[in-house]
């Protein structure tokens, strides 16, 4: 047969493997876009149509210049994000439901959506995070998500929100100093500081059920390495903080209720809290020397 005979078919196909294979790339970084959505907005459901909404325009887009998909791919899911959370403010509507990671855990999600994904992202991200999370303007929010917690340049975070880098890595710091914990009265303080001091206690002692008894069930404690979250896991984690608990001291960190570790008289790091209803719902822990160095810690009486 003539292989002229039917002269649309060869396009016909090369088209169809085209989209074929950029649907198995898409589909390779589903699961890191659905994370990022899912710290955006706070919501499951939303995650997922900002997800769908990146493969519309990617499918619609020309990407054979495009060296490192997946940025381009997180760049896009941040700008429909931000979209989604500008709408969000404008038309007033309530923040995430608390319950909604809850039911997520038990496999209530959107049609479709992988409960074991959604506990993972729940686990990964905590109620008490998300709800700090609340306070944040969506240019805030989108900084702090994306550079903190994922990496992305202030450069790209910049070109995403319409600002220079300098002024994202403002929106950043601005944001990091609400999530880190918002401004609080002195009795507030008093009672932060009588919380640290006894979780300060409990982890010299190596006491698991109180350092539970002191931590928000979804707390998120934060190192520069990785990110561990849950009461239980945290407590394990301060129970073997014991030779280093040993040397810490009550201090504020840029103004918040936190802990120094001294080793040999140099301050090797600093823990952080945020609190929800009196317990600790984040620890934000920074052991790297050049990010130590630009804190402003001062120390303050044991009590």
Partial sequence: MNENAFPGREGSDREGAEKEFLARRFESHRSHLRAVAYRMLGSSA?????????????????????????????????????????SRKSRAELPLEPMETHA?????????????????????????????????????RLAFVLHDLF???????????????????????RARRRVQGAEVHDADLVRQREVVDAFLAAAREGDFDALVELLDPDVVARTEVGVTTGAAAVAKGASSFRHFAAVARPALVNGHTALAVFIENRLDRTLTFTFVRNRIAVIDIVTDAARVAELDVSLVDAG
């Fill in 46 to 86: 939303e995650a997922d149509d900002a997800v769908q909404e990146a493969w519309f325009r990617l499918s619609r887009s020309d990407t054979r210049e495009v060296e490192n998909l997946g940025g381009w791919l997180t760049t896009v899911v941040g700008r429909v994000c931000l979209d989604m959370l500008r």
């Fill in 104 to 140: 997520r855990v038990a496999g209530a999600g959107a049609p479709g959506a992988d409960p074991e994904q959604d506990a993972l992202l729940a686990d990964s991200v905590g109620v008490a995070l998300l709800v700090v999370l609340e306070t944040l303007s969506p240019p805030e």
């Fill in 151 to 173: 990496a992305v340049p202030y450069e790209e975070v910049g070109d995403i929100v319409g600002r220079s880098p300098v002024a994202a890595r403002q929106l950043a710091s």
